[in-house]
């Protein structure tokens, strides 16, 4: 089991949920109706760190590491793929007894949020997402290397792996991230095991798990809000409006000068948001 993250402002996840034998752990924070925030690929939910506070002024706020990721159990031969990740989300939500939850989810968090939707009924007060994984092709051609190479990449010497993971982190965001935050984001994925599974999450991205559910993105019927970075170098900003137009009453906007990362780039941008679509400013706690 991966240690608690020593940085500033981390995110505690003194909790452990057992999903079919396997660990997934998880915090919560504030009180009021349920919020989950879901984070995305390679991260984990330490990406929340400024928001979820903030949302606990309104909300019950829960955060878990997807399995295979940041505090989560990682394991050889581990199934970490998108494919179980919205059976880890449906069977939390089952687990905090909580029913129609606001959902902020990013990136692979997305996809995630998408699939417990359509796949397994869970239902949301509303859906906010944050350059959402959701619309084929995606996968930008780092990790389609990876995926032809999994076991040559698994292998090379650890300095090697740390200089490719804090670069690819590093894409992912339009402003200089500072060696703590990559330290936050990389820390997960080093040492023996940790490289193995970082190499093991993208040899299992797979498109088909987004094939699945994007002729039915018409289907949601929850106030959805996406939000995408104009600079975001790892899915194209077009595809959000491409995305909105799929989506009943779906709203969509543009951050300027955010990337794909905007929790680094633009947290505030999100914040803004969950205030104004969640109307949180005149809310109070139940």
């Not at 982190?169 to 970082?198: C, K, M, N």
């Amino acid at each position: 089991m991966q240690s608690q993250p020593a940085c500033q402002g981390a995110l505690s996840l003194a909790h452990s949920f057992e999903f079919e034998g396997q660990s997934v752990r998880y915090g919560a924070i504030g009180s009021g109706k349920p919020m989950v925030l879901i984070h995305g690929t390679p991260f984990s939910s330490q990406v929340w760190r400024r928001i979820a506070p903030v949302a606990a002024r309104f909300r019950r706020v829960f955060y878990f590491d997807l399995l295979g990721y940041g505090m989560s159990e990682q394991r050889a031969d581990q199934d970490v793929s998108l494919g179980v990740q919205n059976r880890v989300l449906a069977a939390l939500l089952e687990h905090w007894q909580i029913d129609k939850p606001d959902v902020v989810a990013h990136d692979f968090g997305g996809a995630t949020a998408l699939r417990a939707a359509l796949l397994d009924q869970c239902e949301y007060r509303s859906l906010l997402l944050i350059d959402p994984v959701a619309i084929a092709p995606w996968g930008s051609p780092f990790v389609r290397h990876v995926r032809a190479h999994e076991a040559a990449f698994a292998g090379v010497p650890a300095y090697i792996h740390e200089a490719m993971i804090h670069a690819y982190l590093q894409g992912a965001a339009h402003r200089t991230l500072a060696e703590d935050v990559l330290r936050i984001y990389a820390s997960p994925w080093t040492g023996e095991p940790g490289q193995a599974a970082f190499y093991r999450q993208i040899a299992q991205m797979d498109q088909r798990y987004t094939d699945e559910v994007q002729p039915h993105y018409g289907k949601l019927r929850c106030p959805v809000s996406i939000l995408w970075g104009d600079e975001d170098q790892w899915i194209p900003v077009d595809r959000g409006p491409e995305l909105a137009a799929m989506i009943p009453g779906a709203r969509f906007a543009r951050v300027s000068g955010s990337g794909h990362l905007m929790q680094e780039d633009a947290p505030e941008a999100i914040v803004g948001e969950l205030m104004h679509f969640l109307k949180l400013g005149s809310a109070t706690p139940d």
